[in-house]
T-cell receptor, first 116, second 114 residues
């Protein structure tokens, strides 16, 4: 059973603080993703990574950066948190798309961040 | 880029009734359409998906239909049960800049009343 673990379920930070959200997966998946979930807006892709040290911008990358130093770990970084970054953050992983495999996303439990 | 619209945003049904959620997508190159269910306080999980070369797929009480010409796809839940209450997200995947990105709809909150 695939397991995607996010380090913190709930965080409260102050405006201007640096925030690290950590995600670890145990299925040797090549691809990892960070989504942001807001009511009425669905799941919006922030960044994704298809290999170690590789990263690509998603649809809303502004104000965020990511790090993938090891295959199993994908970190989301808020360099200077702002109140409009208060949200639920979901990490996901996916295996390689090959041989008819469609690529199910396996999500973590989510990290609810509040920026005061 | 791809854009996915989902309707309705909320849906309330009586137990035993059917529920239908509809999504439209913009990129005709999209080739994969999954549906995720997110129960309250839990992670989204895949419940059914369909590829662009198939018009319909069923799995017990749930089915998905795809109309490529109109660029819309729908989730059908029959004989709804209280445990079907959740937020449902549709998504579409299209090649974009050499990568395959999954774009989600805004979600539908389904409430099934006993």
């Amino acid at each position: 059973d695939v397991k995607v673990t996010q380090s913190s379920r709930y965080l409260v930070k102050r405006t201007g603080e640096k925030v690290f959200l950590e995600c670890v997966q145990d299925m040797d998946h090549e691809n990892m993703f960070w989504y942001r979930q807001d009511p009425g807006l669905g799941l919006r892709l922030i960044y994704f990574s298809y290999d170690v040290k590789m990263k690509e911008k998603g649809d809303i990358p502004e104000g965020y950066s990511v790090s993938r130093e090891k295959k199993e770990r994908f970190s989301l970084i808020l360099e200077s948190a702002s109140t409009n970054q208060t949200s639920m953050y979901l990490c996901a992983s996916r295996g390689r798309l090959a041989g008819g495999h469609h690529g199910e996303l396996f999500f973590g439990e989510g990290s609810r961040l509040t920026v005061l | 880029g791809e854009n996915v619209e989902q309707h309705p945003s909320t849906l309330s049904v009586q137990e035993g009734d059917s529920a239908v959620i509809k999504c439209t997508y913009s990129d005709s190159a999209s080739n994969y359409f999954p549906w995720y269910k997110q129960e309250l306080g839990k992670r989204p999980q895949l419940i059914i998906d369909i590829r662009s070369n198939v018009g319909e797929k069923k799995d017990q009480r749930i089915a998905v239909t795809l109309n490529k010409t109109a660029k819309h796809f729908s989730l059908h839940i029959t004989e709804t049960q209280p445990e079907d209450s959740a937020v449902y997200f549709c998504a579409a995947r299209a090649p974009s800049g050499g990568y395959n990105k999954l774009i989600f709809g805004a979600g539908t909150r389904l409430a099934v009343h006993p």
